[in-house]
C-alpha cells in the first residue's frame, strides 16, 4: 500500500500524555504516586545503582573477570590480494578504495593481506602491508606505498 497524506498516522504511543502522578484520586495515580507503600523505592531521594537485584549478588559481579582491553589498540580494515585482482585496477589509492566501498569508514586505517594470488603489476596505498603482501605486490611487478610516510623513510627502510 502507497503511503500518501490520507493514510499517514503517528507511531504507536506518540500521542499518549505523559503519566502525570500525585494529581488527586481520580487520576488513578494519587495518594502513593506508583510508588507503592513502604519499601527502599517509595522513599525520597531513593537511587539505585545500575544492576542493583535487591540486595541479591549482583549479576555484574557474580560474573568471573579475565582479561583486559588494551585501549592503546589500532584497528585496521584488511583488504585481501585476491579483492585487488578482482578488481583489475592498475593503481589503488586510498580514495579509489573508498569509493569502491571497500572500506566502510573514512578514518579506519587499512591493511593489505597476502590472501590468494596477484599476477598483475598493481601500485597499492595502504597503511601497513604484510611482509608476505609486500613482496607479492612487488614480485608481480606493483608496488606497495605505504600512506603517511615520507620519501625518505621509504628510501632508508
Known amino acids: 500500500m502507497a503511503l500518501n497524506l490520507s493514510n499517514l498516522r503517528a507511531p504507536k ?23 507503592g507503600h513502604k519499601g527502599q523505592g517509595s522513599r525520597s531521594g531513593s537511587s539505585l545503582m545500575r544492576g542493583f537485584e535487591g540486595g541479591q549478588m549482583p549479576l555484574h559481579r557474580r560474573l568471573p573477570k579475565r582479561g583486559f ?11 585481501g590480494l585476491d579483492r585487488i585482482a578482482e578488481l583489475g585496477e ?5 580514495e579509489k578504495i573508498l569509493a569502491l566501498g571497500l572500506m566502510k569508514r573514512r578514518r579506519s586505517l587499512l591493511k593489505v593481506l597476502a590472501n590468494g594470488e596477484l599476477t598483475t ?4 596505498h ?7 603482501a609486500k613482496e607479492a605486490i612487488e614480485k608481480a611487478g606493483g608496488k606497495a606505498i605505504v600512506i603517511g610516510e615520507t620519501e625518505a623513510e621509504s628510501a632508508a627502510a
Do not use: D, P
Open 69 to 79: 582491553t588494551n585501549i592503546f589498540r589500532v584497528e585496521y580494515t584488511v583488504l
Open 126 to 132: 595502504a597503511h601497513k602491508f604484510s611482509k608476505a
Open 90 to 94: 592498475t593503481e589503488l589509492t586510498f
Open 13 to 35: 504511543k506518540a500521542n499518549e500524555n505523559k503519566k502525570r502522578v500525585g494529581r488527586g484520586m481520580g487520576s488513578g495515580m494519587g495518594k502513593t504516586s506508583t510508588r
Open 121 to 124: 603489476a598493481v601500485t597499492v
